[in-house]
């Protein structure tokens, strides 16, 4: 039995949140251990405050630390600082396996796609040529290591305070208790820029106000602070003026999403962040298949009209001839799953 784990899986949000799964499945097996997460500086937040976790290890802000001398470096000093005796590594990287080697930690079990997981003793065949959801793939893992994974999912923590907070945001702008979550932004992390995964927000204004009207619910527009004119654009489309927010932290998004009638969002990891707290939730796919990143939560509907994508996944490269309006789901397509799957 493990005494002291380290998760490794820098980005990003999305992933990061999908690999909570396995987190909770960890927790579960070794209920007195430490265990900590090495993490980048970009979904670091996303992991705050989770129960199952006794520490954040930053590794900086880059997608993959290893990729430098300075971050292998690092890295390794980090890992060697923890004292593990169990590493539990979901980076598919040559480099990752490296530094493995170097930890000095006894057990290492990670993922093996291509050979790259000649650094660990437990390792995890991935065919990077079949489609399977990335949670199933992270907890692919666990049962390695002989742990039940049933149940669970990705999951975070709502907290009392940020609920407060939301609330009385909320309040402030005259809104009520019932109302949907509209997220148009995504598709960018340190590692990709991938802007193709976003419906097009005059799109998502249609889907967003028929089922406002479905629901009877006050439309609640939220994005970073960079999505601005994402947000803009979905407001100015409806018929009514919606609540809108940009500058939300991760919690508070979890709270807002968690305290709603519904979230509505893009492959994206704001969309699993709603999922994992909770939220029922909406997610629209296109040049990305759901097969591999739906959010991995117990309420979650992925609308998606069957398109060619790459069977690698994102490691395919970006469907650079991607086109909503010939490729991708239209709106009245898309409304009326959503009303389906509502009334179910």
């Known amino acids: 039995m493990p005494r002291r784990v380290v998760i490794v899986l820098p980005c990003c949000i999305g992933d990061v949140i999908l690999g909570t799964a396995l987190l909770s499945a960890l927790r579960r097996a070794y209920p007195d251990a430490q265990i900590d997460w090495a993490v980048g500086g970009w979904s670091l937040a996303a ?15 880059a997608a993959n630390p290893v990729k430098t001398p300075g971050g292998m470096l690092r890295l390794v000093r980090q890992l060697r600082a923890g004292r593990y005796d169990l590493m539990v590594s979901l980076v598919r990287s040559p480099l990752m396996s490296v530094a493995a080697l170097l930890s000095g930690i006894p057990q290492r079990a990670g993922l093996d796609s291509a050979g790259r997981g000649f650094g660990y003793t437990v390792r995890v065949p991935v065919n990077p040529d079949q489609p399977r959801h990335e949670a ?27 609920r407060a907070t939301m609330t009385a945001r909320l309040a402030a702008l005259g ?18 820029t991938f802007d193709a995964k976003r419906y097009p927000p005059e799109l998502l204004a249609q889907v967003a106000q028929a089922t406002a009207r479905q629901l009877e619910a006050t439309l609640v527009i939220i994005g970073a602070p960079s999505d601005l004119p994402l947000v803009r654009t979905v407001a100015t489309a409806l018929a009514t003026p919606p609540l809108t927010f940009t500058d939300l932290t991760f919690g508070q998004i979890a709270a807002l999403a968690a305290g709603s009638a519904l979230y509505i969002g893009n492959d994206t990891g704001m969309t699993h962040l709603a999922a994992a707290a909770g939220a029922r939730t909406v997610a629209i796919f296109g040049p990305s298949d759901p097969v591999r990143y739906a959010p991995f939560g117990r309420q979650v509907l992925t609308v998606w009209r ?7 996944g994102v490691g395919g490269g970006h469907a650079l001839a991607w086109d909503w ?16 799957w509502l009334a179910d």
């Open 47 to 61: 992991l705050a405050h989770h129960p199952h976790l006794n520490a954040r290890i930053d590794t900086g802000t």
């Open 136 to 162: 199933e793939i992270y907890l692919d893992v666990a049962r390695a290591l002989k742990i039940d994974t049933t149940e669970c999912y990705a999951n975070l923590p709502v907290l009392d305070a940020d």
């Open 175 to 192: 809104g009520h208790g019932h109302y949907l979550v509209v997220h148009p932004g995504g598709g960018r992390n340190p590692g990709m």
């Open 306 to 312: 069957p398109a060619v994508v790459d069977a690698r």
């Open 325 to 340: 309006a010939r490729d991708g789901i239209a709106p009245d397509a898309a409304t009326a799953q959503i009303r389906q």
